[in-house]
């Protein structure tokens, strides 16, 4: 009998275990808990990524990278670093999508009017001129 209640809790145990893994990459792939961060291009601040003959490459295989000041919709500034396969416009608004583990999942060009104030607030002199 207590050979069936150790046999029990290690299936529960394993099944606790599975589903928090599957909870977790669920997770992890949807993007949730992303934040939105927006900046505008700099064409100044481009590095272009060399190819590393078949290495793993972290920039996921884009030929371009930016590292600029980035607002939350809050104004909070951060530096963040992202990938694109062309050089993007200069001067061009970009609203980024970050989340905390993955980093920047996406990017995609956004006009002034766009932005949250407390973004727009950084750029109001940009725009003025």
Known sequence: METKKKVFS???IAAIIVVGI???????????????YYTQIDNSKI???ESKGGVINLSGGLEYSYTLPAYNEKGKEKDIRFGASRELREGAFIRLTVTPVRGVLEWSEVQYEE?????????ADVVTE
């Open 10 to 12: 290690g299936v529960a």
């Open 22 to 36: 599957i909870s977790f990459c669920m997770w992890f792939f949807s993007g949730s808990g992303s934040t939105y």
């Open 47 to 49: 590095e272009q990524n």
């Open 115 to 123: 932005l949250p104030a407390a973004v727009q607030g950084n750029y």
